[in-house]
């Protein structure tokens, strides 16, 4: 199975849909706040979700749900990538909810080769979130630079560093 890609395998217009979705549960959004110390009760206390936002309920923290999509493309994107540069826009386009199931797809917008190094180049793709009955939840557009095949073969071609087992 093919992790990430090389320069030349993304085509500008390209859609990558990632696979598997994933379900967000309570526990995952409650960890990710924790974890990050973002404690605003629209994430964590439900009797504020209820009594006092129009939503009546919980809303997933926007950050777990862009690193969700940016982890589900990374077999698809970045999984080869010697840099992420830049993320240039973040939208957090609509809530994500406790039992809504995130899916995600990236398109390649644009690619440029190195000016300094002839061995990479750099990727611009718009990735797009969704819940389970389509709607767009989060977009973000980033950089990556991502080698050509020619970096790939000289440091050990599709799994570098893999040791070879001996007894």
């Known amino acids: 199975m093919q992790f990430g890609r090389y320069y030349e395998e993304f085509e500008v217009g390209a859609v990558y849909k990632h696979w598997p979705g994933k379900t967000v549960t309570e526990y995952d959004d409650h960890l990710f706040c924790l974890i990050t110390m973002n404690h605003h009760p629209l994430h964590l206390d439900a009797?504020?979700?209820?009594?006092?936002?129009?939503?009546g309920k919980n809303v997933v923290v926007g950050n777990y749900i862009y690193s969700l999509l940016l982890g589900m493309s990374v077999p698809d994107v970045?999984?080869?990538?010697?840099?992420?540069?830049?993320?240039?826009?973040?939208?957090?386009?609509k809530p994500t909810f406790h039992g809504d199931t995130i899916y995600g797809e990236t398109e390649v917008l644009d690619k440029t080769p190195s000016k300094s190094k002839d061995d990479r180049g750099v990727v611009y793709v718009e990735t797009r979130g969704y819940k389970q009955d389509g709607t767009i939840v989060c977009v973000f557009r980033r950089k990556v630079m991502v080698p050509k095949r020619s970096y790939g073969d000289t440091r050990g071609g599709e799994q570098p560093g893999r040791p070879v087992p001996h007894e």
Do not use: M, P
Not at 47 to 55: K, L, M, V
Not at 79 to 93: F, P
């Open 47 to 55: 009797h504020y979700a209820q009594e006092t936002t129009e939503f």
């Open 78 to 93: 970045s999984g080869k990538a010697i840099a992420n540069l830049e993320v240039e826009s973040l939208k957090h386009v």
